[in-house]
């Protein structure tokens, strides 16, 4: 399946029926995305997303990390994310320290410390980064998921397609920054339990300290619905022990 994805063909009826469908879905949720505000562009023969281990690639350090995928990535199919024109040699390795940071270090790389929360930004400019690295062939981009991806292909491909169904469903809803819009409702929510505590009428069921409680609460129930609905719950705190628990389940 993977090598009919990638162009490649097996003379399988299965494996290339399969790929088809992955090709048309994928395709159908890039220009989904795009309607409600994102800019993903088209790629031929694409193939498939690829997932990073960041402990993989913590242990294999920078320098051995990059001298693996470099010679398995087509670089004369990538582009630049900021021009859009085709890599050169010096950007290609630079882009490549950006992502090796990116990705172990789970997107602190580029962020400092600061007195407020810190947030994805809009939706509209996300997941194109999953698309940036095209490998030159599917036994590359097999190769580099045994040794630094996660999961297989199926894997890839589910994991590939919720998030864009759950990105695509924000965005139809909330625009093409939900969490701004969602960010505007706590603050609507707030300013009317205020205005109910100081006395003055509000769009609330109750008056008062108890209108300002009652905000409050819908406010917490609000961050809560959409923390579940990004995934964010399933965050584990301690990665060594729920990974253990995890094989445990399995076995």
Same mark, same amino acid.
């Given at each position: 399946v993977v090598r009919?994805?990638?162009?490649?063909?097996?003379?399988?009826?299965?494996?290339?029926?399969?790929?088809?469908?992955? !090709?048309?879905?994928?395709?159908?949720?890039?220009?989904?995305?795009?309607? !409600?505000?994102?800019?993903?562009?088209k790629l031929e023969n694409w193939g498939l997303p690829q997932g990073h281990d960041a402990r993989a690639l913590r242990r294999a350090g920078r320098d051995a990390w990059k001298a693996s995928i470099r010679e398995k990535l087509d670089f004369g199919r990538m582009r630049?994310?900021?021009t859009n024109k085709p890599l050169t040699a010096g950007e290609l390795d630079e882009v490549l320290d950006h992502v090796f940071a990116s990705v172990t270090q789970e997107g602190w790389a580029t962020r400092e410390a600061?007195?407020?929360?810190?947030?994805m930004g809009s939706l509209a400019n996300q997941n194109v980064e999953h698309r940036f690295l095209v490998f030159k062939t599917a036994d590359d981009w097999l190769a580099y998921q045994t040794e630094f991806g996660e999961g297989?292909?199926?894997?890839?491909?589910?994991?590939?397609?919720?998030?864009m169904a759950r990105d695509i469903a924000a965005m139809e809803v909330l625009?093409?920054?939900?969490?701004?819009?969602?960010e505007w409702f706590k603050q609507v929510i707030e300013k009317e339990g205020q205005k109910a505590a100081g006395g003055e009428a509000a769009l609330l069921p109750h008056q008062g300290e108890k209108g300002l409680d009652?905000?409050?609460?819908?406010i917490d129930k609000l961050e809560r619905m959409w923390a579940s609905m990004r995934g964010e719950l399933e965050t584990p705190v301690n990665t060594k022990w729920a990974n253990?628990?995890?094989? !445990?389940?399995?076995?």
């Open positions: 009919e994805a990638f162009g490649h063909s097996t003379d399988d009826e299965a494996a290339k029926g399969l790929a088809k469908a992955w !090709a048309e879905t994928a395709d159908w949720l890039r220009r989904r995305y795009n309607a !409600a505000g994102g800019h993903i562009q630049h994310p900021l600061k007195r407020q929360a810190f947030g297989d292909a199926f894997s890839s491909m589910m994991a590939y397609t919720n998030r625009g093409p920054n939900p969490n701004g819009t969602i009652y905000a409050r609460g819908r253990g628990f995890a094989a !445990a389940r399995n076995i």
